[in-house]
């Protein structure tokens, strides 16, 4: 049998082992990641008050970008808030969308 022969199962084994401790681990993030989703939103899939990044709990765009958005420029608006605080593009959207709404 030989050498190749003793190797090709044990990386198999390995591989296959791997494999399963990757699928756990992913299950795992995403419990995480749904059960996360289910207390930060409301009953009407609207943020709750709590989440951090909810758009009220942001900080309060500058009156430049404010100005960007009531030209209905909101793209440069995002990306000019995310300079400006940090945060993601994605928190910087679902804010600049909930001062163009209101």
Sequence with gaps: MGIAGTVVPIVIVVVVAGLI?????????????LERTRTLLRDDNTPSSNDPYAPQNLPRPSDEIM???RARDTITAARMYQ????????????????????
């Design 21 to 33: 401790v990757l699928v756990r681990k992913l299950g795992r993030s995403v419990e995480r990641d």
């Design 67 to 69: 100005a960007l958005i």
């Design 83 to 102: 300079l400006e605080t940090g945060l993601g593009l994605i928190e910087c959207k679902r804010a600049i969308d909930y001062y163009a709404n209101r």
